[in-house]
């Protein structure tokens, strides 16, 4: 059973234009999340975090927004360059380290930024 | 810091060898994760290490896989022997917490023929 669910395989969207990727968990008690990007023949790398006590984190380009009641998160990216183009790796954990401590990750985004 | 380093890059050989793969965290990380890539599953943990120690191993699909790690800077993952099924891209991580921000090495690609 998947606790973490990124629901679309693939985005495409057109240079300058806004990325919105998205991810379900099912686990009330994931109070932690986070978005890894990741390039081919690389490993993840991190981009933002968000702890359950805020709904949105900003950082530069990239906004993360958490929906606690609907289980929901996702990432906004504003304005879409080439270069985000990646796999979004969506994580969740329980911060206090609890039976879910570890990174629960959902199985990716591939982004595609068209010039 | 050099980040996580993990060799080799690629791997390739045939069913039925012994495959070693290595990783060195970055210093001062306490936790130590091996995962594992396909298209299938997406990342899996397969094991986890605090203080050199393994503590949950439960992502480890079968008695051939197996890891260490006998100091702070050093872990193994062995597979043996190999399958074909085996083939994927091996991740390690290491962290400071537990369920917080985990840094990637680079990963291993290995093909089992």
């Known amino acids: 059973d998947q606790q973490v669910k990124q629901n679309s395989p693939s985005l495409s969207v057109q240079e300058g234009r806004i990325s919105i990727l998205n991810c379900d968990y099912t686990?009330?008690?994931?109070?932690?999340f986070l978005w890894y990007k990741k390039y081919p023949a690389e490993g993840p790398t991190f981009l933002i975090s968000?702890?359950?006590?805020?709904d949105k984190n900003e950082d530069g380009r990239f906004t993360v927004f958490l929906n606690k009641s609907a289980k929901h998160l996702s990432l906004h990216i504003v304005p879409s360059q080439p270069g985000d183009s990646a796999v979004y790796f969506c994580?969740?954990?329980?911060?206090?380290?609890?039976?879910?401590?570890?990174?629960?990750f959902g199985k990716g985004t591939k982004l595609s930024v068209k010039p | 810091d050099a980040g996580v380093i993990q060799s080799p890059r690629h791997e390739v050989t045939e069913m039925g060898q012994e495959v070693t793969l290595r990783c060195k965290p970055i210093?001062?990380?306490?936790?130590l994760f091996w995962y594992r890539q396909t298209m299938m599953r997406g990342l899996e943990l397969l094991i986890y290490?605090?203080?050199?120690?393994?503590?949950?191993d439960s992502g480890m699909p079968e008695d051939r896989f197996s890891a260490k790690m006998p100091n702070a800077s050093f872990s193994t993952l062995k597979i043996q022997p190999s399958e074909p099924r085996d083939s994927a891209v091996y991740f390690c991580?290491?962290?400071?917490?537990?369920?917080?921000?985990?840094?990637f090495g680079p990963g291993t690609r290995l093909t089992v023929l």
């Open positions: 991580a290491s962290s400071q917490v537990r369920g917080l921000r985990q840094f």
């Open positions: 686990n009330s008690m994931f109070d932690y």
């Open positions: 968000i702890s359950s006590i805020k």
């Open positions: 994580a969740a954990s329980e911060e206090g380290g609890g039976s879910q401590g570890n990174l629960i």
């Open positions: 210093s001062g990380h306490d936790y």
């Open positions: 290490f605090n203080n050199n120690v393994p503590i949950d």
